[in-house]
């Protein structure tokens, strides 16, 4: 067995050191965006309160949906519904009407009726996007920052194992009444232990759910560079032909979807329901049903059949399941968006993804202090770095607090400049985030402190503003039946307790420096 020399040691600490240094900002936010997105249909019920609904089990009738919808809906290309279910109890509706303009409503399954919902962008469509991109579009630079982060991650991981030789010894030591780097380096050690699997496969299903933007030439080589095909043949996509002009009653889409899911429950051997219903052309004679299962809620593949039928006559035109190769990758992309229904699962998904945060922001945290002695008053670049890590992991947890406040206190007319209410949800998020930073930079050591207290403060408010603003609160809501919102107010609780425990113990420190702490040995 080759032995591992200093010097490749000595890289692997370097690697180890400095993409942490230049990406844990990123790989910060990712995670912890990632980790609310976990709850992203909850969130949403919270920051919504109309699609606070108790979920029924009967049927939904799409052919009654699609009677009663608005004419500009029926003339569109495409028409899209999300079957409810117990985390999304709303009937998700959306298609693109003549303009060009996307309409995304919410449809209450008992009368199909459009909700009067509050605008906002919620988790699903605000933390959800952020984990993906960063929010930031131009020329998919955000998707490209992140897969960069997830590399980076994997390389710490890897390099993370070799500097460390005594793995074992370490996952047994935590040592927090120890000097303030001695206790920082113990929980980064510990945290980066007990998670370890879960850390591999967050970044390492996240690049494979990107392939087609990260390695594009690598999938349509085979299909001589043709990558609707490629796309059409790993996910089962239909062409759909134009519209030919000719009128054509649409056939009963409720009979349809019951002949799907009637194939896919024969190949599984198990009922298997769809939860996706999308109308092309509809009322035309080249009108396409399509029926997919892309979020199963009783297992981890996604997306696994797809049913589609000519809309004049019902006859079925296509019966997709994945091959092998696909059902591998989509289990692993199942196993990255967790939205199949195991709430314990999904529950250690949540601690998983909040002891990645602690992995990192005690990872960037050591490096402060292991230099604090020697660096905190003299270099630049130390105090950037300070204020960014302050910033990053205390700041953006802050700004997440005050997004939610903004939810719960901004009229339901409010805009500004052009900017819409979902819209100005976000800039507060923005202009939380940005203050921070510049708190950080002027305060620098008691910034910590001081943006923890107002992290507690900020759970807390958002808790008592969703029981004066609604008729929820978490007492109210468990015993009516809406679980997502109690347990939101819970976390939110347990997060300011937390919060304020962390604030208390950083103000009474008296020796923030304390005697340097070793490096890992080289």
Same mark, same amino acid.
């Given at each position: 067995?080759?032995?591992?020399?200093?010097?490749?040691?000595?890289?692997?600490?370097?690697?180890?050191?400095?993409?942490?240094?230049?990406?844990? =900002? $990123?790989?910060? &936010?990712?995670?912890? +965006?990632?980790? !609310?997105?976990?709850?992203?249909?909850? /969130?949403?019920?919270?920051? #919504?309160?109309?699609?606070?609904?108790?979920?029924?089990?009967?049927?939904?009738?799409?052919?009654?949906?699609?009677?009663?919808?608005?004419?500009?809906?029926?003339?569109?290309?495409?028409?899209?519904?999300?079957?409810?279910?117990?985390?999304?109890?709303?009937?998700?509706?959306?298609?693109?009407?003549?303009?060009?303009?996307?309409?995304?409503?919410?449809?209450?399954?008992?009368?199909?009726?459009?909700?009067?919902?509050?605008?906002?962008?919620?988790?699903?469509?605000?933390?959800?996007?952020?984990?993906?991109?960063?929010?930031?579009?131009?020329?998919?630079?955000?998707?490209? =920052? $992140?897969?960069? &982060?997830?590399?980076? +991650?994997?390389? !710490?991981?890897?390099?993370?194992?070799? /500097?460390?030789?005594?793995? #074992?010894?370490?996952?047994?030591?935590?040592?927090?009444?120890?000097?303030?780097?001695?206790?920082?380096?113990?929980?980064?050690?510990?945290?980066?232990?007990?998670?370890?699997?879960?850390?591999?496969?967050?970044?390492?299903?996240?690049?494979?759910?990107?392939?087609?933007?990260?390695?594009?030439?690598?999938?349509?080589?085979?299909?001589?560079?043709?990558?609707?095909?490629?796309?059409?043949?790993?996910?089962?996509?239909?062409?759909?032909?134009?519209?030919?002009?000719?009128?054509?009653?649409?056939?009963?889409?409720?009979?349809?979807?019951?002949?799907?899911?009637?194939?896919?429950?024969?190949?599984?051997?198990?009922?298997?329901?769809?939860? !996706?219903?999308?109308?092309?052309?509809?009322?035309?004679?080249?009108?396409?049903?399509?029926?997919?299962?892309?979020?199963?809620?009783?297992?981890?593949?996604?997306?696994?059949?797809?049913?589609?039928?000519?809309?004049?006559?019902?006859?079925?035109?296509?019966?997709?399941?994945?091959?092998?190769?696909?059902?591998?990758?989509?289990?692993?992309?199942?196993?990255?968006?967790?939205?199949?229904?195991?709430?314990?699962?999904?529950?250690?998904?949540?601690?998983?993804?909040?002891?990645?945060?602690?992995?990192?922001?005690?990872?960037?945290?050591?490096?402060?202090?292991?230099?604090?002695?020697?660096?905190?008053?003299?270099?630049?670049?130390?105090?950037?770095?300070?204020?960014?890590?302050?910033?990053?992991?205390?700041?953006?947890?802050?700004?997440?607090?005050?997004?939610?406040?903004?939810?719960?206190?901004?009229?339901?007319?409010?805009?500004?400049?052009?900017?819409?209410?979902?819209?100005?949800?976000?800039?507060?998020?923005?202009?939380?985030?940005?203050?921070?930073?510049?708190?950080?930079?002027?305060?620098?050591?008691?910034?910590?402190?001081?943006?923890?207290?107002?992290?507690?403060?900020?759970?807390?408010?958002?808790?008592?503003?969703?029981?004066?603003?609604?008729?929820?609160?978490?007492?109210?809501?468990?015993?009516?039946?809406?679980?997502?919102?109690?347990?939101?107010?819970?976390?939110?609780?347990?997060?300011?307790?937390?919060?304020?425990?962390?604030?208390?113990?950083?103000?009474?420190?008296?020796?923030?420096?304390?005697?340097?702490?070793?490096?890992?040995?080289?």
């Amino acid at each position: 067995m080759a032995r591992i020399t200093p010097d490749f040691r000595h890289a692997m600490h370097w690697a180890h050191t400095w993409l942490g240094v230049v990406l844990g =900002i $990123v790989m910060f &936010a990712v995670f912890w +965006m990632g980790t !609310l997105t976990i709850f992203a249909p909850e /969130i949403d019920q919270w920051m #919504i309160p109309e699609t606070r609904i108790v979920h029924d089990e009967r049927d939904v009738s799409y052919d009654h949906l699609l009677a009663q919808i608005p004419p500009e809906a029926r003339a569109s290309d495409y028409i899209n519904f999300v079957v409810p279910s117990e985390r999304h109890p709303a009937i998700g509706f959306f298609y693109q009407g003549a303009d060009d303009t996307f309409h995304d409503n919410a449809l209450d399954p008992a009368t199909g009726q459009p909700l009067e919902q509050t605008d906002s962008l919620a988790g699903s469509g605000f933390f959800y996007p952020f984990h993906l991109s960063l929010m930031i579009e131009w020329q998919n630079l955000g998707y490209w =920052i $992140v897969g960069l &982060a997830a590399l980076a +991650m994997l390389i !710490l991981l890897v390099s993370g194992l070799f /500097i460390h030789r005594k793995i #074992i010894a370490e996952f047994f030591v935590f040592r927090p009444h120890r000097k303030a780097r001695r206790a920082t380096l113990d929980l980064h050690n510990l945290s980066s232990l007990i998670g370890l699997p879960f850390y591999f496969l967050m970044p390492f299903s996240g690049l494979l759910i990107f392939a087609f933007l990260y390695l594009p030439w690598g999938i349509s080589e085979a299909f001589d560079g043709d990558m609707d095909a490629a796309y059409a043949e790993m996910t089962g996509d239909y062409a759909v032909p134009a519209r030919s002009g000719r009128t054509a009653p649409l056939a009963s889409v409720d009979a349809m979807k019951r002949k799907a899911e009637a194939l896919w429950s024969a190949e599984e051997g198990v009922p298997v329901k769809t939860n !996706l219903v999308r109308v092309l052309n509809h009322g035309d004679a080249n009108a396409v049903v399509y029926f997919r299962n892309t979020f199963p809620d009783d297992r981890v593949v996604l997306s696994e059949y797809v049913a589609v039928f000519d809309g004049p006559s019902g006859r079925l035109i296509r019966n997709f399941s994945l091959p092998p190769i696909g059902e591998a990758s989509a289990w692993i992309q199942g196993a990255h968006f967790m939205q199949f229904g195991h709430w314990p699962l999904r529950w250690l998904y949540f601690l998983g993804g909040l002891g990645g945060c602690v992995m990192i922001a005690t990872g960037m945290l050591f490096w402060l202090r292991s230099r604090e002695s020697r660096l905190a008053n003299a270099s630049l670049g130390y105090r950037v770095v300070e204020a960014l890590t302050i910033g990053g992991v205390s700041g953006i947890i802050l700004a997440t607090g005050a997004f939610l406040i903004a939810n719960r206190l901004l009229p339901a007319d409010a805009t500004m400049v052009g900017t819409g209410r979902a819209g100005l949800e976000i800039r507060v998020f923005w202009l939380v985030w940005l203050g921070t930073y510049l708190h950080a930079a002027i305060l620098r050591e008691r910034a910590w402190g001081q943006q923890c207290w107002a992290i507690a403060a900020a759970g807390v408010t958002a808790v008592m503003l969703n029981a004066a603003t609604t008729s929820n609160n978490f007492l109210t809501a468990s015993w009516s039946g809406h679980r997502a919102v109690a347990i939101m107010d819970i976390v939110l609780l347990a997060g300011a307790g937390l919060a304020a425990c962390t604030a208390m113990r950083l103000t009474a420190r008296t020796d923030p420096l304390g005697a340097p702490a070793a490096l890992p040995a080289e």
